[in-house]
């Protein structure tokens, strides 16, 4: 019975380490809390006597992680989705539970690569498991970005974003490779501890291992956050985030879009910025649904300014009978389309429409919910004398596709909706995940969003300003374009792809000689 209770307890630990690494993410910001999670969870895989028990622990750390960290899911299902709550209550299960299995895979290999050597050095096999279980953490949250369109949320390397001490690698080797060093500076946090303050036989050369390691990181990441990997280009640019803060579930009802249009209007015409940006879908229209009257006014008020709008619309492409999830600009330059590519599965459109199509007729209320994908490369816009990168929503969570667009891009803009999630913290976990494309790209980022978070971010992922969220408002920021490379936008994800396989096959020719 003892047995059963302590096992019993060590779940429930489990469990609860993954929800407190939560608080490593916005709207937290606490990455301590995250590097103690992850070295809890280090410290019970180095328990652990069999693959099987590896992966369990896994799946429960996962499943606390997941668990807390999107529990918005079911607001967006039920309160706005209209599915009945048992319905969303499993569905949001079933996701955490798919997230969690990922961790559980992480665990499972990380132990199997270095099982085989435990008998002959146990001391060397905790180093080598802690750097496994780094390695294909990384792969495993890299995999999450593209595997069945991907949904990359809660990617452990965001929760160094903007503050923690491996930050500054973010430009070098993108959030993935951040989540490497963030489980590895975790794990090895966890091996001192347990050789020095918990470990009356102590090796010292060990020890002093692990604290080189440590140090390598700490002053390299304090080292590369000193590095200016972009410059400004001109003069900063007088702009207007417009937050019109429309209730989801009224947004799409016809008996208010014109009132949503007059609101929207009357924020523009209040607004004397050369760029005015508007969320995305601000008018719940189709563009060729746009009045010439509307676009009249629109476009005057822009070149009265000597600027341009940006509008989030859904665009209806008459020939082809698509219908497209984007923004448009009017005023000054000639109207110029962008057209999301990266679409929400299940929100933006219906994959394997004949098996599901059944849950959007009979269970869902989610308009626009079958679109088309947009170019997958398409050219920054020229607003401005800038080349300005639009992407749309969920986009800016994919760091190797917004820099596409990226050298010429001199500003980062993302139109948003998140009301869908209610008052949860996903909006603030999304402006996150914009401050770290901040960081990868040494862009400033602008996001206008309907409810929130409605920001500006710095180069260096610093917000700058940040309207409140759930009030209709205007936030006016002066916005610094800037030039320049970083070596992620150069390379991608490959740096970290290469340097993550070469791991994998070194611990397989350990493991195996």
């Not at 593209?146 to 930050?167: C, E, H, K, R, S």
């Not at 008459?318 to 962008?338: C, D, M, R």
Request: glycine fraction near 8%.
């Amino acid at each position: 019975m003892s047995y059963f209770n302590n096992k019993f307890v060590h779940q429930l630990i489990l469990l609860v380490l993954g929800a407190i690494c939560v608080l490593g993410f916005s709207p937290f910001y606490v990455y301590p809390a995250s590097l103690i999670s992850l070295g809890g969870l280090s410290y019970f895989l180095q328990q652990s006597k069999t693959t099987k028990n590896a992966a369990w622990l896994g799946f429960l750390y996962g499943l606390g992680l997941f668990g807390v960290g999107i529990y918005w899911i079911y607001i967006s299902l039920h309160d706005f989705g209209g599915m009945p709550s048992f319905m969303a209550g499993f569905a949001t299960f079933l996701l955490s539970a798919f997230m969690a299995s990922f961790i559980a895979l992480t665990t499972a290999c990380a132990y199997w690569l270095t099982s085989k050597v435990q008998q002959n050095n146990k001391t060397q096999t905790t180093l080598l498991l802690t750097m496994a279980l780094a390695v294909i953490w990384g792969l495993a949250d890299w995999t999450r970005s593209w595997i069945f369109t991907g949904f990359p949320w809660l990617t452990m390397g965001y929760t160094q974003v903007p503050d923690g001490p491996l930050a500054g690698f973010m430009p070098v080797i993108g959030v993935y490779g951040v989540s490497t060093l963030t489980v590895l500076l975790a794990g090895l946090m966890t091996l001192f501890m347990q050789h020095t303050l918990f470990n009356q036989q102590r090796n010292k050369t060990f020890a002093n291992k692990v604290v080189g390691i440590i140090s390598i990181l700490l002053v390299g990441g304090f080292l590369l956050k000193q590095i200016q990997w972009s410059e400004p280009t001109g003069e900063p640019i007088e702009t207007a985030l417009l937050q019109g803060n429309i209730a989801q579930d009224l947004k799409w009802a016809p008996e208010i879009t014109a009132q949503t249009i007059s609101r929207y209007i009357g924020m523009v015409k209040q607004s004397q910025a050369k760029l005015i940006i508007l969320p995305e879908t601000a008018f719940p229209i189709l563009s060729n649904q746009i009045t010439p009257e509307i676009k009249t006014v629109l476009t005057d008020h822009a070149k009265a300014n000597n600027g341009n709008i940006l509008l989030g619309i859904v665009e209806y492409d008459e020939i082809n009978k698509a219908y497209f999830n984007g923004a448009l600009s009017v005023g000054s330059e000639p109207t110029q389309h962008y057209e999301k590519s990266h679409l929400v599965p299940f929100g933006e459109f219906i994959p394997f429409k004949q098996i599901f199509g059944w849950i959007y007729r009979d269970l869902l209320n989610m308009p626009m919910s079958d679109m088309s994908r947009g170019a997958t490369n398409q050219t920054p816009m020229t607003l401005s004398n800038q080349k300005i990168a639009v992407n749309v929503c969920y986009e800016d969570v994919f760091g190797e596709e917004i820099i596409r667009q990226l050298p010429e891009a001199t500003l980062l803009v993302n139109v948003t909706n998140d009301a869908w999630y209610g008052e949860s913290f996903a909006a603030d976990q999304h402006m996150q995940f914009s401050q770290a494309r901040a960081l990868e790209t040494g862009r400033t980022v602008l996001r206008a969003t309907n409810t929130g978070a409605t920001a500006m971010i710095d180069p260096k992922g610093n917000v700058l300003a940040h309207a409140p969220h759930f009030i209709q408002t205007t936030l006016n920021v002066s916005a610094q374009p800037y030039t320049g490379i970083t070596p992620y936008v150069r390379f991608g994800n490959w740096l970290f792809i290469i340097l993550s396989f070469g791991a994998v096959a070194l611990l397989l020719i350990r493991k195996y000689r």
